[in-house]
């Protein structure tokens, strides 16, 4: 995986906090492979379809700004964020979900979201809401390398992983759900501790990769 650098905002009070991680290695072409995102509803194109949860944006009004009019899952009107830094990039219009049963091998090897909205650095907003948490993509992600093997070929995976471009949007649902709506984490941590509990899920999630 190529190498991350972010940012980290220094939590006052109870302002919600987002760490927004963003890499790019490219290729000496200049061209980017990839575009491969993690995260919550900024990125999810579709994910939390394949999942019952209430955390849903498979109807209407959502995507009617979208191709077809259609709901596609994404909580927009129209493309996600990762969307439109794809499309930006040259790279896709749209950025699939991973567990889109129509995902073609050409858009696979393009890249792919594993987003789940609701989700969050701390496993424990996945769960409350029964989405796709930061474990689960993590082992969609492992999969995903597997798969793109299989397409391309060991060396040419192993390159588009390493000279993609990662985008990765949490927290703002571990501060929302987690620590407020359903304080449980609240009752565990205050707010300067919960805070290095996220930068310590968020350093351990880089290192995974």
Known sequence: MAKVRGDEDEVRGNEEERICVAAVNKPKNNSLPAVIAFGDSFADSGNNNFRVTLAKANFYPYGK?????????????????????????????????????????????????????SSGFDPLTGRLLNVFSILDQIE??????????????????????????????????????????????????????????????????IQEQ
């Open 65 to 117: 700004d979208f191709m077809g009019g259609k709901p596609t899952g994404r909580f927009t009107n129209g493309k996600t964020l990762a969307d439109t830094i794809a499309a930006k990039l040259g790279v896709m219009d749209y950025l699939p979900a991973y567990l889109d049963p129509s995902l073609q091998n050409e858009d696979m090897i393009r890249g792919v979201s594993f987003a789940s909205a």
């Open 140 to 205: 969609m992600f492992k999969e995903y390398i597997v798969k793109l093997k299989g397409i391309v070929g060991e060396k040419e995976a192993n390159d588009t992983i390493e000279e993609s471009l990662y985008l990765v949007s949490w927290s703002s649902n571990d501060w929302g759900i987690s620590y407020t709506a359903l304080p449980i984490r609240a009752v565990q941590y205050d707010v300067p501790t919960y805070a290095s509990f996220l930068v310590k899920k968020a350093t351990e999630f």
